[in-house]
């Protein structure tokens, strides 16, 4: 029984080895709780300093009149010191697409975000979500 145990230990130990080495895409449900509550807290000092900043710059507001949802995901590669690259997966801004201008003026904002310890060295996947629900 014990070896059997230890047997499993190991094989856990190498595919978590392994994930780490791959370097996997994480998202937000698959980020530990420390990470999930350290991104909840990115993502609201980022929106207030930030996103709501841009979006009162570009006229961009949700109503239920004419644009209920702007909403993005974004691709972080995380460097060991934090500073991290952010590349637009997909967005929808009222049923469109940024702007050539907002999209670079939003990638360089999301590029300030200096990534704490927990997420260093590695590549994570958020979504960001402006809805009405009309």
């Given at each position: 029984?014990?070896?059997?145990?230890?047997?499993?230990?190991?094989?856990?130990?190498?595919?978590?080895?392994?994930?780490?080495?791959?370097?996997?895409?994480?998202?937000?449900?698959?980020?530990?709780?420390?990470?999930?509550?350290?991104?909840?807290?990115?993502?609201?000092?980022?929106?207030?300093?930030?996103?709501?900043?841009?979006?009162?710059?570009?006229?961009?507001?949700?109503?239920?009149?004419?644009?209920?949802?702007?909403?993005?995901?974004?691709l972080?590669?995380?460097?060991?010191?934090?500073?991290a690259?952010?590349?637009?997966?997909?967005?929808?801004?009222?049923?469109?697409?940024?702007?050539?201008?907002?999209?670079?003026?939003?990638?360089?904002?999301?590029?300030?975000?200096?990534?704490?310890?927990?997420?260093?060295?590695?590549?994570?996947?958020?979504?960001?979500?402006?809805?009405?629900?009309?």
């Amino acid at each position: 029984m014990k070896r059997l145990l230890l047997i499993i230990s190991v094989l856990l130990s190498i595919n978590v080895i392994n994930a780490q080495e791959k370097k996997d895409t994480l998202d937000y449900s698959s980020i530990s709780t420390v990470q999930r509550a350290e991104w909840d807290e990115i993502e609201y000092m980022w929106e207030l300093s930030h996103y709501n900043p841009f979006l009162k710059k570009h006229k961009l507001k949700t109503s239920c009149a004419h644009c209920n949802s702007i909403n993005f995901e974004v691709l972080f590669s995380v460097d060991e010191n934090g500073k991290a690259k952010a590349n637009l997966i997909s967005e929808k801004v009222c049923g469109k697409k940024f702007n050539e201008k907002q999209k670079v003026e939003l990638l360089q904002l999301l590029e300030k975000i200096a990534f704490p310890k927990v997420f260093h060295d590695g590549t994570f996947k958020f979504r960001i979500v402006r809805a009405l629900k009309c």
